[in-house]
C-alpha cells in the first residue's frame, strides 16, 4: 500500500519569509500526487496536484510543489507567506481511485 | 469552485443514541462520495466510499453496522452512526466526486461529533 510521509507536524515561520513543507511517498510508480490546505470552518481546498510531465507545478495562492522521484519526495513551497497562509496543509497520494493523506503539517505565521 | 455542505457542523449526543450527518454536493452531480474520519492534530483517515445507488465500501476496520452509509442520489449522502459511544467522538469529513475524476473531487466542511 501507499504511504505518504510529513516528517513536520508544525511550522512557524514569519509573514515574508519563505514556505516549505516536506512531503515523503512511497509508490512504485509515478504517482498522482496533491497538496490541500484546510482552514477551520472550510473543508479541504485542493492548493495542486501532480500526475506527469513537469515536475515543477504551479498551484493556487501562490503556491508551488516540485517532485523529485529520486528523493520520492514533493514538496510545497511559497516564496513569501501571508498571515492568511497560516491552516493545516495535507499532502495526499491517490491509490485505487482514493487519496491516502499524510498526517498533515500545522503552519503557523507571525507578524 | 463547487461546494459540498455537511449539516450539522456540530451535534453532541448522548451514547447509545444514534446521529445522522449529511453531505451534500449543491453544485454538481457527485458519482462517487467518500467518508472520512479526523482525530486531533491527526490524518484523515478514509471510512468508506459510496456510489450513487450502491452498497458502500467499507475500508479495513471500519465497521458497517455502526457506520451506516447511504448514497440516495447524486447530490446526497448520509452517514449515521448507530449506538454511539464516547470512542465514536470524532471530526468526520465527507468529499463527493463529479465525473471529472480527481479534479473534480470536493470536501464538505465536517462536522464535529462528541459523544457524552
Known amino acids: 500500500a501507499q504511504s505518504v510521509t510529513q516528517p513536520d507536524i508544525h511550522i512557524t515561520v514569519s509573514e515574508g519569509a519563505s514556505l516549505e513543507l516536506r512531503c515523503n511517498y512511497s509508490y512504485g510508480a509515478t504517482p498522482y500526487l496533491f497538496w490541500y490546505v484546510q482552514s477551520p470552518g472550510q473543508g479541504l481546498q485542493l492548493l495542486l496536484k501532480y500526475f506527469s510531465g513537469d515536475t515543477l507545478v504551479q498551484g493556487i495562492k501562490g503556491f508551488e510543489a516540485e517532485f523529485k522521484r529520486s528523493q520520492s519526495s514533493f514538496n510545497l513551497r511559497k516564496p513569501s507567506v501571508h498571515w492568511s497562509d497560516a491552516a493545516e496543509y495535507f499532502c495526499?497520494?491517490?491509490?485505487?481511485?482514493?487519496?491516502?493523506f499524510g498526517q498533515g503539517t500545522e503552519l503557523s505565521v507571525k507578524p | 469552485g463547487a461546494v459540498v455542505s455537511q449539516h450539522p457542523s456540530r451535534v453532541i449526543c448522548k451514547s447509545g443514541t444514534s446521529v445522522k450527518i449529511e453531505c451534500r454536493s449543491l453544485d454538481f452531480q457527485a458519482t462517487t462520495m467518500f467518508w472520512y474520519r479526523q482525530f486531533p492534530k491527526q490524518s484523515l483517515m478514509l471510512m468508506a466510499t459510496?456510489?450513487?445507488?450502491?452498497?458502500?465500501?467499507?475500508e479495513q476496520g471500519v465497521e458497517k453496522d455502526k457506520f451506516l452509509i447511504n448514497h440516495a442520489s447524486l447530490t446526497l449522502s448520509t452517514l449515521t452512526v448507530t449506538s454511539a459511544h464516547p470512542e465514536d467522538s470524532s471530526f468526520y469529513i465527507c468529499s463527493a466526486r463529479g465525473i471529472g475524476g480527481f479534479d473534480t473531487q470536493y470536501f464538505g466542511p465536517g462536522t464535529r461529533l462528541t459523544v457524552l
Open positions: 459510496s456510489n450513487e445507488g450502491s452498497k458502500a465500501t467499507y
Open positions: 495526499a497520494v491517490a491509490e485505487g481511485g482514493k487519496l491516502i
